[in-house]
């Protein structure tokens, strides 16, 4: 087998001479490599990536209303103090009410889950 300098390339397994091949620049005359991403595929990926923060902020957004608006809505006999837990639960009814009664002293009634009330007026699930 025949070797040749490093300055030529030259394939041994396929025993031909290749470099036009290449998906990098062989020589001193080739073009520059340039392994970035063109402009329009870099605004695509910042486009796409800033859509999926957005869309997975709109769901956690609409999640956190979701969980507002249930819990303002409960049948409440009591006025909630802010950063207080409280828990929700269901009757056989259908009708949902806050307690403050924790789901391990409570049998009666379905537990929904333990929410929060923050200090900006909103109720956030408590875990």
């Not at 956690?60 to 409440?76: F, G, N, P, R, Y």
């Not at 307690?99 to 007026?121: E, F, Q, T, V």
């Amino acid at each position: 087998m025949k070797k040749y300098p490093d300055n030529v390339v030259y394939n041994y397994n396929l025993h031909k001479f290749d470099a036009s091949l290449k998906p990098y620049p062989t020589d001193l005359g080739a073009p520059p490599f340039n392994n970035q991403l063109t402009i329009g595929e870099q605004a695509k990926s910042r486009f796409k990536s800033r859509m999926q923060s957005i869309q997975s902020q709109w769901l956690d957004l609409c999640k956190d209303w979701e969980i507002h608006h249930m819990v303002s809505a409960a049948e409440c006999s009591f006025a909630p103090d802010v950063g207080g837990v409280y828990h929700l639960y269901k009757r056989n009814d259908g009708s949902i009410w806050l307690s403050i009664i924790s789901p391990a002293h409570w049998k009666l009634d379905k537990y929904i889950g333990s929410y929060r009330l923050n200090h900006d007026g909103c109720w956030y699930e408590y875990r």
